[in-house]
């Protein structure tokens, strides 16, 4: 099963950290956030495609060809057009029917959930938030299926959240989105909002989510890293 990672973004929030390093390639904890996602992904996991673009020649020089025993594919992002148009880069590594998990960059998330969602067709890994305006808002059903999804709502329909990891198939690339009013990028979001109108997809709760922005967040999370030890054992599979 394949990994695709969003990497492509400049990190603006986190300046001046990304001045001269991807966000991706931050330390928390002694290790990059990246490699914190790679560690927590389940064991069927065996193959990455990251998805590269500013500074991209060191998360490149970083992983190198293969990372963690797993082949890595590298695919460059010129134009930041939104995660859509991210997976549509990676569209020819993808056979009819594939299953594959998309992530970002930059959070971390723990094992558990991540696994979890190998148990259905299609799941996102979910949580809830105090204001659920910057993310994915979803909402759900008694059996935890996901009856719509918004990006970047105005006006939410509760605080449940998409924490960015998605399990997918190849089905998403029948549903290209159109571009967000607000800033003319295509949102992976918009896309899943229209395909779970036909294929259903399973909302799990996330078993850790720290989303890193700031580096505020940075130091927060190296905080929580290396003072619980359970922490680790969550969202880094040695």
């Known amino acids: ?79 930041t057009k939104g995660t859509f148009h991210a997976l549509g880069l990676v569209k020819h590594l993808i056979s009819p029917g594939e299953r ?46 996901i009856t719509s999804m918004v990006e970047k709502p105005t006006e939410p329909r509760g605080n449940l959240i998409s924490t960015g990891v998605l399990l997918l198939d190849s089905n998403i690339f029948k549903y290209p989105p159109k571009p967000h009013p607000k800033n003319g990028e295509y949102f992976l979001a918009t896309a899943v909002a229209d395909m779970l109108k036909i ?16 580096p505020e967040h940075m130091i927060e999370a190296d905080r929580i890293l290396r003072t619980q030890e359970i922490a680790k054992k969550i969202f880094i599979q040695n």
């Open 1 to 79: 099963m394949k990994a695709i990672i969003l990497a492509a973004g400049k990190g603006t929030r986190m300046r001046p950290l990304t001045n001269t390093c991807p966000k991706p390639l931050l330390a928390v904890a002694g290790r990059p956030l990246i490699e914190h996602i790679a560690g927590a992904l389940p064991d069927e996991v065996d193959e990455f495609i990251i998805v590269i673009g500013y500074l991209g020649n060191k998360i490149r020089n970083f992983f190198g060809s293969t990372f963690l025993g797993k082949p890595v594919t590298y695919v460059t992002q010129i134009e």
């Open 100 to 145: 594959f998990f998309v992530l970002y960059g930059d959070d971390l998330h723990g094992a558990e959930g991540l696994k979890e969602c190998l148990q259905y067709p299609r799941a996102l890994v979910v949580s809830l938030v105090d204001d659920p305006r910057p993310y994915g808002n979803v909402e759900v059903d008694g059996r935890n299926i």
């Open 199 to 214: 294929y259903p997809y399973t909302a799990v709760s996330s078993s850790f989510w720290f989303p890193v922005t700031t």
